[in-house]
């Protein structure tokens, strides 16, 4: 998934942004690193915060597909208000800029040791009994489904949308309701 940009600013920094749901980074910066050391990042990612001054908040490795031998980089984002770290990866160049890519790390599929877990037959317990993993979104509506939520009520889930903004993302005045 595209959260985010980078491109090359007049001054010849490469300036961008990540945006998401719960994230916010309007203003974010790629510093190179200048380093020896073979497994040095190639740059900082830098943020500008509240008090407008640049601090470091990830840093981007660099790697080669293995498929097309493309050039991307690898790293993450962290800091002590995100839960956890975010990784992402930019594909691009420097002339046309960078595409910021998220994909969601998958869970339980390595051991204590970090290694890779081979998946077990016990893990098709929902394929076995012949059903499918995620029910189709026909049934959902259909007999059996779950009565919708009216406001104020709790314990129940609601697949109405129920927000504080318009279509167009103009906030609705509480109490005009």
Same mark, same amino acid.
């Given at each position: 998934?595209?959260?985010?940009?980078?491109?090359?600013?007049?001054?010849?920094?490469?300036?961008?942004?990540?945006?998401?749901?719960?994230? #916010?980074?309007?203003?974010?910066?790629? !510093?190179?690193? +200048? *380093? @020896? $050391?073979?497994?040095?990042? =190639?740059? /900082?990612?830098?943020?500008?915060?509240?008090?407008?001054?640049?601090?470091?908040?990830?840093?981007?490795?660099?790697?080669?597909?293995?498929?097309?031998?493309?050039?991307?980089?690898?790293?993450?984002?962290?800091?002590?208000?995100?839960?956890?770290?975010?990784?992402?990866?930019?594909?691009?160049?420097?002339?046309?800029?960078?595409?910021?890519?998220?994909?969601?790390?998958?869970?339980?599929?390595? #051991?204590?040791?970090?290694?890779?877990? !081979?998946?077990? +037959? *016990? @893990? $098709?317990?929902?394929?076995? =009994?012949? /059903?499918?993993?995620?029910?189709?979104?026909?049934?959902?509506?259909?007999?059996?489904?779950?009565?919708?939520?009216?406001?104020?009520?709790?314990?129940?889930?609601?697949?109405?949308?129920?927000?504080?903004?318009?279509?167009?993302?103009?906030?609705?005045?509480?109490?005009?309701?």
């Amino acid at each position: 998934m595209n959260i985010g940009q980078f491109k090359r600013a007049d001054n010849g920094d490469l300036i961008g942004s990540i945006a998401s749901v719960t994230i #916010d980074l309007p203003r974010l910066g790629l !510093r190179p690193v +200048r *380093s @020896d $050391n073979d497994r040095a990042p =190639a740059f /900082e990612i830098m943020a500008l915060n509240v008090a407008r001054r640049w601090v470091v908040v990830g840093a981007l490795w660099e790697q080669k597909s293995n498929t097309n031998g493309e050039t991307f980089y690898q790293g993450r984002l962290e800091d002590p208000s995100f839960q956890n770290p975010l990784p992402i990866m930019l594909f691009g160049d420097d002339v046309d800029g960078f595409r910021v890519v998220w994909n969601r790390e998958e869970r339980g599929n390595r #051991d204590m040791d970090g290694n890779r877990r !081979r998946r077990n +037959r *016990s @893990d $098709n317990t929902a394929e076995e =009994a012949g /059903e499918p993993a995620i029910p189709p979104l026909s049934d959902m509506a259909g007999e059996g489904a779950a009565p919708r939520r009216q406001r104020g009520q709790r314990g129940q889930r609601s697949d109405a949308f129920e927000g504080n903004a318009t279509e167009t993302g103009k906030l609705i005045d509480a109490a005009a309701e």
